[in-house]
């Protein structure tokens, strides 16, 4: 999931400054999961809001906010207060934000939150980034781990020198990847293949942005 | 004699480094490199070395070529893309650079320039399969060059690494990659390092092996607890301590000098790697000591 991180709430007012009325954008997936975008989190904002004596016309938790036409149907109920807001304040992750700005041609669109990462989540509301979304797969090369993520320098062959007891010297924290990678396939029996292979460099070219894909078919006429 | 030369006589070789400064005056710089260049076989210039920005590598190479003296350009991999790595390195050989030594390099939180992006395009294997190839007259995307490269290249590698067997890996694929000699982390446990250079040994290249000169226990015990892959033995410190503030360099001085003649009398290695950090002048003074002078 897209993990996200709440604004500084003085940053947030001090850019919203000049607006009067509000309507305060959710989401039900990811940005709940992080306890950035789901119904407390709108609740408290429009506690706060009011508090500053602005008013907040309406709030609602999308079901997927990153996905337009949906949130667009869902929307439609909130024809009225959305007339009244002339901010919208976007609660889940960059995405939502801009299918709000795409919805909402002539109307000011605010993020409340910061965009992170692609993020797993370990236990309640923790989060580790596991892939980055290189636009090129090469966890069949390495044991299903991802050096190009989980080390910080996204080595390809190995540890460097900066592996302290098996862990990273940007931070003790981290626990080296190469490390990880070579017990990984040394207890699934691929040892021979991890000292035989070396990755070339990766091509960049496959996330070169902004990237787009269509998925679907589309119907023959 | 170059430094391939050298290597290849069967000589024990030396090499020390300098440190590019962080600002335009080189005269310390031209100082240390008078110091030691009739005394090493070669000299390490490290690149931007702790992630710390400082004149870049090349520049201090053809300096030390203006010296007379034969460089190893230091090249991470943290600051350039495969473009900027492979132009430099077309750059390094017209200006006359020969030895070329392939690093990751330091993570950017290490240095003091802690916003930068880093870039590690490529890392250490990958960049010495660029020199490979640069060498043979192609670029990294297959394109015929006007003239190849004429490196002698060479990676590093940590002997005391935790866990080791990932290291050695890594080694073996530096090798396959080209790596034709290795210059290690410091090391000061020579019998340990006997069973790294055991399995070294069984691989076409030369090895030399690294030694940050010790100053005090204080400084042994630093080390210990601050940089990855360099274990200072207890019996090293306590040799440091029982010297006693005044002596403590002195006795760091004859421990180098000791390890040094052991390295060579019992053909452990091919040769040392001095890296002096600030006491240059020492360099000779301990090769002295170890009757390489």
Same mark, same amino acid.
């Given at each position: 999931?897209?993990?996200?991180?709440?604004?500084?709430?003085?940053?947030?007012?001090?850019?919203?400054?000049?607006?009067?009325?509000?309507?305060?954008?959710?989401?039900?997936?990811?940005?709940?999961?992080?306890?950035?975008?789901?119904?407390?989190?709108?609740?408290?904002?429009?506690?706060?809001?009011?508090?500053?004596?602005?008013?907040?016309?309406?709030?609602?938790?999308?079901?997927?906010?990153?996905? =337009?036409?949906? /949130?667009?149907?869902?929307?439609?109920?909130?024809?009225?207060?959305?007339?009244?807001?002339?901010?919208?304040?976007?609660?889940?992750?960059?995405?939502?934000?801009?299918?709000? =700005?795409?919805?909402?041609?002539?109307?000011?669109?605010?993020?409340?939150?910061?965009?992170?990462?692609?993020?797993?989540?370990?236990?309640?509301?923790?989060?580790?980034?596991?892939?980055?979304?290189?636009?090129?797969?090469?966890?069949?090369?390495?044991?299903?781990?991802?050096?190009?993520?989980?080390?910080?320098?996204?080595?390809?062959?190995?540890?460097?020198?900066?592996?302290?007891?098996?862990?990273?010297?940007?931070?003790?924290?981290?626990?080296?990847?190469? =490390?990880?990678?070579?017990?990984?396939?040394?207890?699934?029996?691929?040892?021979?293949?991890?000292?035989?292979? /070396?990755?070339?460099?990766?091509?960049?070219?496959?996330?070169?942005?902004?990237?787009?894909?269509?998925?679907?078919?589309?119907?023959?006429? | 004699?170059?430094?391939?030369?050298?290597?290849?006589?069967?000589?024990?070789?030396?090499?020390?480094?300098?440190?590019?400064?962080?600002?335009?005056?080189?005269?310390?710089?031209?100082?240390?490199?008078?110091?030691?260049?009739?005394?090493?076989?070669?000299?390490?210039?490290?690149?931007?070395?702790?992630?710390?920005?400082?004149?870049?590598?090349?520049?201090?190479?053809?300096?030390?070529?203006?010296?007379?003296?034969?460089?190893?350009?230091?090249?991470?991999?943290?600051?350039?893309?495969?473009?900027?790595?492979?132009?430099?390195?077309?750059?390094?050989?017209?200006?006359?650079?020969?030895?070329?030594?392939?690093?990751?390099?330091?993570?950017?939180?290490?240095?003091?320039?802690?916003?930068?992006?880093?870039?590690?395009?490529?890392?250490?294997?990958?960049?010495?399969?660029?020199?490979?190839?640069?060498?043979?007259?192609?670029?990294?995307?297959?394109?015929?060059?006007?003239?190849?490269?004429?490196?002698?290249?060479?990676?590093?590698?940590?002997?005391?690494?935790?866990?080791?067997?990932?290291?050695?890996?890594?080694?073996?694929?530096?090798?396959?990659?080209?790596?034709?000699?290795?210059?290690?982390?410091?090391?000061?446990?020579?019998?340990?390092?006997?069973?790294?250079?055991?399995?070294?040994?069984?691989?076409?290249?030369?090895?030399?092996?690294?030694?940050?000169?010790?100053?005090?226990?204080?400084?042994?015990?630093?080390?210990?607890?601050?940089?990855?892959?360099?274990?200072?033995?207890?019996?090293?410190?306590?040799?440091?301590?029982?010297?006693?503030?005044?002596?403590?360099?002195?006795?760091?001085?004859?421990?180098?000098?000791?390890?040094?003649?052991?390295?060579?009398?019992?053909?452990?290695?091919?040769?040392?790697?001095?890296?002096?950090?600030?006491?240059?002048?020492?360099?000779?003074?301990?090769?002295?000591?170890?009757?390489?002078?």
């Amino acid at each position: 999931m897209i993990i996200t991180q709440k604004k500084d709430r003085k940053e947030l007012l001090e850019n919203v400054k000049g607006y009067r009325s509000f309507f305060l954008l959710g989401c039900s997936e990811c940005a709940t999961l992080c306890g950035t975008g789901g119904q407390e989190q709108l609740d408290e904002l429009k506690g706060l809001l009011e508090g500053e004596g602005r008013a907040v016309a309406g709030a609602f938790v999308a079901k997927t906010g990153c996905q =337009v036409l949906g /949130t667009k149907v869902e929307l439609k109920k909130f024809k009225e207060e959305l007339g009244k807001a002339d901010c919208i304040i976007v609660m889940s992750c960059g995405a939502g934000t801009q299918s709000a =700005v795409e919805m909402f041609e002539d109307k000011a669109v605010y993020p409340a939150n910061d965009s992170m990462f692609l993020g797993n989540m370990t236990r309640l509301q923790m989060f580790d980034e596991r892939c980055s979304l290189c636009g090129e797969c090469i966890l069949d090369k390495t044991g299903g781990i991802c050096p190009v993520t989980t080390c910080p320098k996204g080595i390809l062959n190995g540890p460097c020198g900066g592996t302290k007891d098996g862990h990273c010297e940007v931070s003790a924290e981290i626990p080296c990847a190469w =490390v990880r990678i070579y017990e990984r396939m040394e207890k699934t029996g691929r040892l021979e293949e991890f000292k035989a292979g /070396t990755l070339a460099a990766k091509d960049w070219s496959a996330s070169v942005k902004p990237r787009k894909l269509t998925a679907r078919e589309e119907k023959k006429k | 004699m170059s430094f391939q030369e050298a290597l290849n006589s069967g000589k024990f070789v030396v090499t020390a480094e300098v440190g590019p400064p962080k600002g335009t005056d080189i005269a310390a710089l031209h100082h240390d490199i008078d110091i030691l260049k009739d005394k090493v076989d070669a000299l390490n210039v490290t690149d931007n070395q702790s992630a710390v920005m400082r004149i870049c590598s090349l520049a201090i190479c053809r300096i030390v070529l203006e010296h007379n003296a034969e460089p190893i350009l230091q090249m991470t991999c943290r600051d350039r893309n495969r473009i900027g790595l492979q132009s430099d390195l077309l750059g390094a050989d017209v200006l006359g650079i020969r030895n070329v030594l392939c690093m990751t390099g330091d993570h950017v939180l290490a240095g003091d320039h802690k916003g930068a992006k880093p870039v590690y395009d490529l890392e250490s294997v990958q960049l010495l399969t660029a020199v490979d190839s640069l060498n043979n007259g192609r670029d990294m995307a297959g394109n015929g060059l006007k003239g190849g490269t004429h490196f002698f290249q060479g990676g590093v590698v940590t002997p005391e690494a935790n866990p080791l067997a990932p290291q050695l890996a890594k080694f073996e694929k530096k090798i396959r990659a080209g790596a034709k000699f290795f210059q290690t982390q410091a090391i000061y446990d020579i019998d340990k390092f006997k069973e790294f250079m055991t399995f070294a040994r069984r691989f076409p290249v030369k090895v030399l092996a690294g030694f940050v000169i010790l100053k005090s226990a204080g400084m042994a015990n630093f080390l210990n607890k601050n940089v990855p892959g360099i274990r200072v033995p207890e019996d090293l410190i306590n040799e440091l301590k029982a010297a006693g503030k005044e002596k403590a360099l002195e006795t760091g001085m004859d421990i180098a000098a000791r390890h040094i003649r052991r390295l060579r009398d019992e053909n452990i290695c091919d040769g040392i790697h001095i890296m002096a950090i600030g006491m240059e002048d020492k360099v000779p003074v301990i090769m002295r000591k170890a009757g390489l002078l």
